[in-house]
C-alpha cells in the first residue's frame, strides 16, 4: 500500500448514505470522479456502522455494511499493536485538537502505509496537517 490509495473516514460513508447530509452531493462528486484505490480500517468500519445505525437505521447500517465487507469494493486494514501504540501517542501529544482515538488510528495506519489522501469532511484530519484531504 502506499500514496496511491485514499482513506475513506466515517464522515464520507455518512455522506454518501444520508441524502439530507449537508455533504452528501459533495460526497457524490467524489465517489464519482475519485480514481484512487478506496481504503479504510477495521475501526473506521465498526464506527460508520455504528453512527449509521444510531442516526439512520438498522437497514441503512445493512447497506453500507455489505459494501465495506465486499473485499472487491473495499479494502479494510487492520489496525496494528503498533498502530495502536503509535495511536496512543498522537492522542496524548494533541490533547489540545480533541481528536478522537479512533482519528488518532486512523492517522497511524496512514503515516504507516504511507498513505497520504484522505476522503473526509472530519476537520481533525486537517488539523493533523500531514494528509491531503478531499472533497
Known sequence: ????AVMVDTSAYFAIIDKIDFFHSDALHFVKANTLPAVTTNYLLVE???LISQRLGHHYAIEIGKRLFDP???D???VSDE???KAW???QRYDDKGFSFTDCTTFAVMERLNIRSAFTF???FKMYGKFSVFP
Open 76 to 78: 479494510v486494514i487492520k
Open 72 to 74: 472487491l469494493k473495499t
Open 83 to 85: 498502530d495502536m501504540l
Open 48 to 50: 460508520t456502522l455504528n
Open 1 to 4: 500500500m502506499t500514496s496511491r
Open 122 to 124: 472530519d476537520e481533525h
Open 89 to 91: 501517542h498522537i492522542f
